[in-house]
């Protein structure tokens, strides 16, 4: 029998209220957290522009322009498996500021000084400080009342936030020049350290001191994260260059543009939607479907050669890996209750998204916009491998089968 990964236990939910947040989060709270959320996952709203940035304004290559958001990924990754084990023995919102804080002065970097090495040091350095706000966040929206359900919260501000930037950078850049895409940048990390600053919330009783004895990761735990990252692997490799698919294919830029705000405009429904069927879908079952699902969208964009199909599948794309991640966050927060797991977020995605822009650039460089459908397929089988491995546990901790 599938194990039912989307309803807590009576037990779970007398030792969550034992663990999480002792306070509610409040408005101001709960609008801290979501700023920082959408600040932390820029890439993922803005992968295509910033590599079609790099491409077409600073005359990059598709592998030196795919290094560059691969040094920025991988920064956050290493950054936030340095954090995420500290969760409960460092002050979240000084750790959230100043990592927000100092991922704003280095996309500031970016725009003031010159030369490719300059550029990939300081999009290394963007990467650890905003690996380390994103930690906290996790941490904190990981350890509240409803994990699942403020996480697809979160996921909603990030559509809204997507809309508005994949409506707004696009044409910002090409009137001003690709600097400009780093300003924007910067003023999204200086808006998430003023909230924190300000209004991240303060921390249950929990977090205030470390606990000697929390328990390692389950083996599923590990599985999980493995299964994100590989979602997340195929989600960055190929929406780093769905801009450059439709430009190169010789589809209008205002088109191309249009199919970027549309993905925007659909990313709002699938976390509150995964929300709203927490308890109606058997999480293993969404779980081993999404990423055959997202391998099927990445060969239409990648095959297709007129624009309907192109553009009808880009708009969905992102929207199955929000969907499924939503489900990932409320399973592994339930399994692991100290908020750990949930704070390495930034690593089980970003791992899996470092790599991706880097590969899909050497893939495309080496062999065509083909090879990134043909490898999202690969990548889909070791992801339905590892979100198995859920579903064959016959009991969890914290969680009713």
Not at 31 to 45: E, Q, Y
């Amino acid at each position: 029998m599938e194990t039912n990964l989307s309803r807590p236990s009576p037990a779970y939910a007398d030792s969550a209220a034992e663990s999480s947040i002792a306070a509610p989060l409040g408005v101001l709270g709960t609008g801290a957290l979501m700023v920082a959320h959408c600040a932390g996952m820029v890439d993922l709203v803005a992968l295509p522009v910033w590599v079609g940035t790099l491409i077409g304004s600073y005359r990059l290559d598709p592998q030196q322009a795919g290094l560059l958001a691969t040094l920025f990924l991988a920064g956050a990754v290493l950054s936030s498996l340095f954090f995420s084990p500290r969760l409960n023995r460092l002050p979240a919102r000084a750790m959230a500021t100043a990592g927000f804080g100092i991922a704003a002065l280095a996309f500031l970097g970016v725009v003031s000084i010159g030369g490719y090495p300059a550029m990939a040091v300081l999009h290394g350095v963007a990467g650890l400080a905003v690996g380390c706000g994103l930690s906290f966040t996790h941490g904190t929206i990981g350890r509240s009342r409803n994990p699942h359900g403020l996480f697809a919260i979160a996921g909603l501000a990030l559509g809204t936030f997507a809309i508005a930037f994949m409506g707004a950078a696009p044409g910002l850049i090409a009137a001003h020049g690709g600097p400009t895409l780093f300003r924007v940048f910067a003023g999204v990390m200086g808006a998430a350290t003023m909230t924190c600053a300000f209004a991240f919330p303060a921390p249950g009783r929990q977090h205030s001191t470390a606990k000697a004895d929390e328990p390692r990761f389950q083996r599923a735990v590990w599985f999980g994260m493995l299964g994100v990252a590989c979602m997340a692997l195929t989600q960055a490799m190929l929406f780093s260059f769905v801009q450059r698919i439709g430009l190169d294919r010789g589809f209008a830029f205002n088109a191309v543009t249009a199919t970027l705000v549309a993905c925007g405009l659909v990313n709002l429904f699938p976390a509150p939607i995964a929300g709203l069927l927490e308890t109606r879908l058997p999480a293993c079952t969404v779980l081993q479907t999404a990423p055959v699902v997202q391998a099927a969208i990445a060969l239409i964009i990648t095959e297709s050669s007129t624009f309907v199909p192109y553009a009808a599948a880009t708009a969905v794309f992102a929207a199955i890996m929000i969907f499924a991640h939503t489900f990932a966050f409320g399973v592994l927060a339930r399994i692991d209750q100290t908020g750990r797991a949930v704070a390495a977020t930034p690593a089980m995605l970003m791992t899996g998204a470092a790599i991706g822009p880097v590969l899909g650039g050497t893939l495309v460089k080496q062999a065509g916009y083909g090879s990134l459908g043909i490898a999202a397929v690969l990548i889909a089988l070791a992801a339905v491998l590892c979100f198995s491995r859920l579903a064959r546990r016959p009991s969890l901790s914290g969680v009713q089968p």
